[in-house]
């Protein structure tokens, strides 16, 4: 049964992604990986398109395995990565969604990247040395440092470390997008891990706190601490694919620039901006001109007497009910890249609020601590801390 499966994925990349592998061969390391789509697999063999999501940590073996020793004999001496996109929608799981029966199987979710960690080198095989018989035993590393359970000859214990393979690895933090929550609901988040070239110099550009990815990846369980029973769920990531494009990463030709120079020079040029936004609400000229203007910005001037005016600018939209405020907002962004559209009923008051030792930037341009501004505007006494995070404070008046 192996042996069939071993053919199988050998016709595949035969078929499919024959160059691509010789691709990868050929500029190794600078490319690690070969990046197979999952509707290629499904269309070429559904069964073992099914067995990779239910069951990866075998199939992907076997595909390495026709890939080094059956069909290119080079890929024996490199280590290639074998990475999937375009999972079937069922596989589409929300961060809220994951439970047990996810664990161990190929899922993909989406996700804000709230925090993203140092890359460092972290062990991912160790290899052992039985002091009975003398073989040496690799065991894959999670979490802690794990020896051998027990040998073939029947040693269980005083294994001889020998040697450990490193991997660089980081970890991100990734929470729901505020646009899938429901009403008061508070997005939940999971732990990410990702190694060697998703590690890269050339990936972490890519992977920024406040961009939108979505990743593939092996549901894993962590322990919580010693024996419990209970364990944490993170993601071993397969593959990373960023939903939203950097400004520098838009595409702008020759063309485009004649395009904008012309546009530039025409006598109506604020007129056509202003209907270029959300073109399927008719009127609000003074609105979609703010909004315009927010988007485009300007650089921050140096005023004579020293102080500073920023370029950007916040707009504040009051208006009747249905009158395209939410439409406009929504149409902006999906035009801007790295916008977030979040509504009041997605998101709870408490969420609103600012920690104390948060930091603003005022419009000259300097930052002072929130706390000192609302103190000097009230003038408030030293706070007389009340419980965990409620605090009772007097103004100049005595007023609580």
Not at 91 to 96: D, L
Not at 97 to 103: G, K, N, P, V, Y
Not at 108 to 128: D, L, M, N, S, W
Not at 361 to 377: A, F, K, T
Request: proline share 6%.
């Amino acid at each position: 049964m192996v042996k069939m499966k071993v053919e199988v994925f050998e016709r595949f990349i035969r078929e499919y992604y024959y160059d691509e592998l010789v691709e990868v061969v050929q500029n190794y390391p600078e490319r690690q990986s070969l990046v197979i789509d999952f509707k290629d697999l499904d269309r070429f063999d559904t069964e073992l398109a099914d067995q990779l999501l239910d069951n990866p940590d075998e199939t992907i073996p076997l595909l390495k395995q026709a890939v080094a020793e059956v069909f290119i004999p080079a890929a024996k001496e490199i280590k290639i990565n074998y990475r999937f996109k375009n999972l079937p929608k069922s596989r589409e799981i929300r961060i809220r969604d994951i439970r047990s029966e996810h664990l161990g199987k190929l899922i993909a979710v989406e996700g804000i990247v709230r925090v993203r960690g140092e890359v460092r080198p972290e062990i991912t095989k160790a290899i052992f040395e039985c002091p009975g018989c003398g073989k040496e035993i690799t065991i894959d590393q999670v979490g802690d440092l794990k020896p051998p359970v027990e040998c073939e000859c029947g040693r269980t214990r005083n294994f001889k470390l020998k040697k450990r393979v490193f991997s660089d690895v980081q970890r991100l933090l990734i929470e729901e997008p505020a646009e899938i929550l429901v009403g008061g609901e508070a997005p939940s988040d999971i732990h990410v891990k990702l190694s060697e070239d998703l590690a890269s110099p050339s990936a972490q550009a890519k992977i920024i706190p406040g961009n939108k990815v979505r990743i593939i990846g092996i549901t894993r369980e962590l322990p919580v601490r010693g024996k419990s029973l209970k364990y944490d769920i993170y993601l071993e990531a397969n593959y990373v694919e960023p939903r939203e494009l950097e400004w520098e990463e838009l595409r702008i030709t020759d063309e485009d620039i004649k395009r904008m120079k012309r546009l530039a020079k025409s006598k109506d040029v604020y007129d056509k901006l202003i209907k270029s936004i959300a073109p399927s609400i008719f009127g609000y000229e003074d609105i979609k001109e703010a909004i315009a203007l927010q988007i485009f910005g300007a650089p921050a001037k140096r005023m004579p007497d020293g102080s500073r005016v920023r370029g950007d600018i916040h707009i504040l939209v009051v208006g009747d009910p249905a009158t395209g405020k939410t439409k406009m907002l929504e149409y902006v962004s999906k035009l801007v890249p790295r916008s977030r559209y979040v509504s009041g009923k997605g998101v709870s008051g408490v969420g609103l609020c600012v920690a104390p030792g948060s930091f603003v930037q005022l419009s000259d341009g300097s930052v002072r601590e929130i706390r000192e501004l609302v103190e000097e505007q009230f003038g408030f006494s030293k706070p007389e801390k009340v419980e965990v995070g409620v605090f009772r404070v007097k103004n100049k008046e005595g007023i609580k």
